[in-house]
């Protein structure tokens, strides 16, 4: 962002639920106490159904940014996933202040719907082709204290409709 330009304030869930609806996408949420960690969202299994994730929001030496979505037991190798997702060198996690600039969340609340936020495009929206195997996929609503939930496709037609055609790369390790 360059100096003197102010960034939009980060859309709220009400802005994603109106730009699901106009996208013709069914959605439903369910609010429950904040959780912060897979750990904390796993009593609530279930009550919703479908693949829950887990959102990694890395950095390559480079300063190019990935939001990778897998689902939320998948063990993921950070050492190696630069080779799958096309960073320049190893990654690291984003800082806190990145997060919110270009996602518009919070750590605890990083979401594929956070991508509404990246109007500059700067986020790389990564998959594991795992999740996919769910119909039904869940993530935060851009915040940790609800649970939205959207038809894999319809997933993947929002990410697109962002300007973020997602990379599907399987991602976890498979038993």
């Not at 996408?25 to 479908?50: C, M, N, W, Y």
């Not at 998948?74 to 990145?98: C, Q, Y």
């Not at 109007?119 to 790389?124: L, M, N, S």
């Not at 697109?160 to 991602?171: D, R």
């Amino acid at each position: 962002m360059s100096e003197g330009t102010a960034a939009a304030p980060p859309k709220t869930d009400e802005e994603l639920f109106a730009a699901l609806d106009k996208m013709g996408i069914t959605h439903k949420t369910k609010t429950h106490p904040a959780v912060f960690t897979v750990t904390e969202s796993q009593s609530l299994r279930d009550e919703i159904p479908g693949g829950h994730t887990k959102n990694l929001f890395l950095k390559d030496k480079k300063d190019n940014f990935f939001l990778v979505t897998v689902e939320e037991d998948a063990e993921i190798d950070l050492k190696a996933i630069h080779t799958l997702i096309g960073a320049r060198s190893r990654v690291s996690f984003g800082k806190p202040d990145r997060l919110m600039e270009l996602l518009g969340v919070i750590p605890g609340a990083v979401t594929a719907f956070g991508v509404i936020n990246d109007t500059q495009g700067r986020v790389q929206m990564v998959l594991d082709a795992a999740l996919l195997e769910h119909e039904i996929i869940n993530a935060h609503p851009l915040r940790n204290d609800a649970t939205t939930s959207v038809g894999r496709d319809d997933l993947i037609r929002f990410l697109e409709a962002t300007g973020h055609k997602p990379l599907i790369v399987a991602l976890s390790a498979r038993d």
